[in-house]
């Protein structure tokens, strides 16, 4: 019989040595219709979500506000994608693990968008990590972590393995706050608070940011943004919630 506390300290043990950052288990149950809704029959079929977590290179986010600068664009690109490749081969190497151990694995890529229509993709790294007790779903869409704010970027592997849920959900901790609503160039945002029970376009209209992406790539070659991510307070060294 398989120890699954060892299990799952063998994984935690080995996500931290692949350099990951944050590492949580949620646990489905309570969210499978949305699963199901989002994802379909065989990502729904799985019980058990393990969150990994990268966090990204401050001095990058930092010069976010100039994103139409080339020089940045090609910096943050760079992060970006090396960010996603780490998390990527992290995603398959802890799968192994679990499947080595005799239980079915499915990696999600940190990059994914199945649906291009809702802009969406097979599973929400967000909320895994929000059910997982690393972050709350701020009023930017972004999983917002105590410590990194939005600067963190997410995996997930999903498996069969009854591995314990690591912590309870967050509670909000945008307050007062609406940074990410007034800095968005194109107001994508409606400022409304995360609710599980309510669509995301009651929160954000994905077709205007990714419009606003699209003209700066025409206009320059490539589309970055993230002042969303820059702009909020967790995460920044100087944290100033009002
Ligand atoms: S990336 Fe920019 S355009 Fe998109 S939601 Fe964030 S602030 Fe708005
Ligand atoms: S900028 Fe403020 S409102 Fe937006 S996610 Fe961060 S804390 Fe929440």
Redesign the pocket.
């Known amino acids: 019989m398989i120890d699954m506390d060892a299990l799952q300290k063998q994984l935690l043990d080995f996500a931290m040595s692949l350099e990951v950052d944050y590492f949580g288990v949620a646990d489905l149950s309570r969210v499978k219709d949305f699963v199901l809704e989002q994802g379909g029959e065989a990502i729904a079929g799985f019980s058990r979500a393990v969150s990994i977590g990268m966090r990204l290179i401050d001095s990058v986010i930092d010069e976010l506000p100039r994103h139409e600068d080339p020089s940045v664009i090609f910096t943050y690109r760079g992060l970006y994608n090396s960010v996603n490749n780490n998390l990527d081969k992290a995603t398959l190497f802890i799968s192994k693990k679990i499947q080595d151990a005799g239980f079915e694995a499915y990696p999600i890529p940190a990059a994914q968008r199945i649906d291009s229509a809702k802009l969406k993709g097979a599973f929400s790294h967000k909320l895994a990590a929000n059910l997982a007790g690393l972050g709350w779903i701020?009023?930017?869409c972004?999983l917002?972590t105590p410590e990194s704010?939005?600067r963190v970027r997410w995996a997930t592997i999903l498996t069969n393995a009854p591995l314990e849920q690591t912590n309870k959900p967050l509670a909000d901790?945008?307050?007062n706050?609406?940074?990410?609503?007034k800095?968005c160039p194109v107001k994508a945002?409606t400022g409304a608070k995360f609710n599980v029970s309510e669509p995301r376009e009651a929160r954000f209209n994905a077709h205007l940011c990714d419009e606003y992406i699209h003209k700066r790539e025409l206009a320059l070659g490539e589309g970055i943004c993230g002042l969303?991510v820059y702009?909020?307070?967790?995460g920044q060294k100087k944290k100033a919630?009002s």
């Open positions: 701020g009023k930017s972004l917002i704010g939005p901790g945008c307050s706050c609406d940074k990410c609503v800095v945002f969303c702009t909020c307070p967790y919630i």
